[in-house]
């Protein structure tokens, strides 16, 4: 039964239940898919390469953008639009490249939407893919979203892999192969699966229920994100080292965008989002945002950022629970809880000092914290603690 209504969600929602128990944990805890359906058509695929790698928030911004500048929105007058314009609208290259290519496939008919819709998933899936610039993740969003096929199950999405990781309790994230592979109990109804483990990622997180596609475009020639990263990593760095207390932007990003362009593989994302949080967000910081941050901290792989984000933290937890949380995250890292290295621990270490000097009823807890230290060998770490013991 496609799940283009909410009574066929339901439907196919109570067939996955009966067929696995920890969705039905899941669900007696909670966890609500919502309906997540979406126009079909040349616009709807557009507006899934644009959700690639952003937050809703960005894409849609991005998506209303092009639109605006394409009118009426078709593959004829967007294969018309100078690239000057597109790029205006906040589109990058890569996705220049996949828009205008689905564009000229639409416009050829070697892209009949209308026929999609009565293929099976498959066929679609293949069909889709056959179009340069459409990946498997983008086909699989598209047949989900737009088309209804309760079976399809987009296994590269980094969000449900890390949902599947924690709902399955593994030891590490699945990849995209191990992921196709655990769908398959949930088939036929994996697509209601795969809005089960959305929802469930968003509780987790305490963030935006965000889709967080993996990299398609590969062949761009970008380098990886760490080495991209790193050239131009000292200004955002600053920035979040040194925040700006007085900078207040007219239209200040939300903080699903900002944690997004952290994490996504775009370097100039990355510096975006960090510079933002560093110089931009001074306030309006809750307990809710202090648990995505702290995720962010215990997911970010480049270090220098890893270790920058933890004193940013701490400066803009502004009331008790934000607080709190994160002292807790911030102490599992300096007790290296979470196997962090010296110079990790000496980051948490220092963002809890300032955390703790920000919020004096922390001081039990801080002092209690560095009596239970062992530096470990490091030399560094036995002269913070001589100082504060």
Not at 71 to 83: G, H, I, K, M
Not at 296 to 305: F, K, Q, S, Y
Request: aromatic content about 4%; overall charge neutral.
């Amino acid at each position: 039964m496609l799940i283009d209504s909410e009574a066929a969600l339901q439907a196919n929602l109570r067939g996955l239940l009966a067929l696995d128990p920890v969705m039905a944990d899941m669900h007696a805890a909670g966890v609500i898919p919502p309906l997540r359906k979406r126009d079909g058509g040349f616009g709807g695929l557009i507006a899934i390469i644009m959700a690639q790698q952003l937050s809703v928030a960005s894409a849609a911004a991005i998506t209303a953008r092009l639109r605006a500048a394409v009118a009426p929105f078709s593959p004829e007058n967007l294969l018309a639009t100078p690239v000057e314009t597109l790029i205006a609208a906040g589109l990058s290259q890569p996705k220049i490249r996949a828009t205008i290519s689905v564009a000229e496939a639409a416009a050829s008919g070697r892209l009949d939407f209308e026929a999609l819709a009565g293929m099976s998933g498959e066929a679609a899936h293949a069909a889709l893919v056959d179009v340069k610039g459409i990946g498997p993740w983008t086909a699989d969003i598209y047949l989900l979203f737009c088309l209804g096929h309760p079976d399809v199950f987009p296994a590269g999405d980094l969000a449900l892999q890390e949902a599947a990781r924690l709902a399955l309790h593994l030891e590490t994230r699945p990849d995209e192969t191990l992921m196709a592979t655990l769908a398959g109990r949930w088939s036929p109804y994996r697509g209601v699966a795969a809005l089960m483990l959305w929802a469930f990622y968003a509780v987790t997180r305490g963030r935006e229920g965000v889709i967080s596609a993996p990299a398609e475009l590969a062949d761009t020639g970008r380098p990886s994100p760490g080495r991209a990263w790193r050239p131009g990593r000292r200004a955002a760095l600053a920035a979040l080292l040194q925040p700006d207390d007085s900078a207040s932007p007219p239209d200040m990003p939300g903080w699903a965008d900002i944690l997004e362009a952290l994490h996504a593989s775009d370097v100039d994302m990355r510096r975006a989002g960090a510079a933002t949080l560093g110089g931009q967000l001074t306030g309006a910081f809750d307990s809710r945002h202090a648990g995505a941050l702290a995720g962010r901290i215990a997911a970010e792989p480049e270090p220098a950022l890893r270790r920058a984000l933890m004193p940013a933290a701490a400066r803009l937890a502004s009331d008790a629970a934000s607080a709190s949380r994160l002292f807790a995250a911030l102490s599992r890292v300096a007790a290296s809880q979470d196997g962090g290295r010296p110079a990790d621990r000496l980051a948490a270490l220092g963002a809890l000092d300032i955390l703790t000097r920000r919020h004096p009823e922390l001081t039990a807890r801080w002092r209690r914290l560095l009596a239970s230290l062992d530096a470990g060998g490091s030399r560094r770490l036995q002269q913070f603690l001589a100082k504060r013991l």
